[in-house]
């Protein structure tokens, strides 16, 4: 089965930095997935991680150590538009599909 | 130009009535998925189809049915609606079955009274 925890809520300033962890327990690995999701509206995909080490894209980065069960993503130069719920997600290989588990999302609320 | 478009919106119902959520995507993708995401914002897999398919089925109870007339359509039927079922679910499709970068419709909030 799948395990994925990750921190409820955090808050930061415009302009910083901020590092949201991701610890996982699976069954298989088939890569670590980070989703963005404003609230009401529909969860985007972000990033994706299957070897350990960082990805950058942009203002985003994601950390994978698959020995340590660990992810990270890493918003820099945050802006108000950032304040949003991430969610950590990891596939388990189905019979016949991936099925997509979902941490229960840290909230980032950024201020001025 | 929507990719994954879901109807409707929002949805306001009584206990024991039945229900329709409609989904279409225009992205040529092979597979389409059901999720239900409750109030503690957990979003759980609740079907999968692959080219009208149904390839992955969770532990969801009877009472919800999906249907895939043609792999860009999914739609998921509620019978006797019950209060633990006010959640938004959304539709999500991807290119392939093995994919797990999904696109997201912008849900369904319903809520049964």
């Known amino acids: ?112 | 130009d929507t990719a994954v478009s879901q109807t409707p919106k929002y949805l306001v119902t009584q206990m024991g009535n039945d229900k329709s959520i409609k989904c279409e995507q225009n992205l040529g993708h092979d597979t389409m998925y059901w999720y239900k995401q409750d109030s503690k914002k957990f979003l759980k897999i609740m079907f999968s189809y692959n080219n009208k398919e149904l390839i992955i089925n969770e532990t969801v109870p009877n009472r919800f049915s999906p249907k895939s007339p043609d792999k860009a359509h999914l739609n998921l039927h509620i019978n006797s609606l019950e209060l633990g079922d006010s959640a938004v679910y959304f539709c999500a499709s991807s290119q392939e079955r093995w994919s797990g970068e999904l696109f997201f419709g912008e849900g369904s909030r319903l809520t049964v009274l």
């Open chain 1, 1 to 112: 089965g799948q395990n994925i925890d990750q921190p409820t809520e955090m808050t930061a300033t415009e302009g910083a930095i901020v590092q949201i962890n991701c610890t996982y327990q699976t069954s298989g690995f088939n890569g670590l997935f980070w989703y963005q999701q404003h609230a009401g509206e529909a969860p985007t995909f972000l990033s994706y991680n299957v070897l350990d080490g960082l990805e950058e894209k942009g203002r985003f980065s994601s950390f994978l150590s698959r020995s340590k069960g660990y992810s990270y993503l890493l918003l820099k130069e945050l802006q108000m538009k950032d304040s949003a719920s991430y969610l950590c997600a990891a596939p388990t290989d189905g019979a016949a599909g991936n099925k997509l588990t979902f941490g229960g999302g840290t909230r980032v609320l950024v201020k001025p």
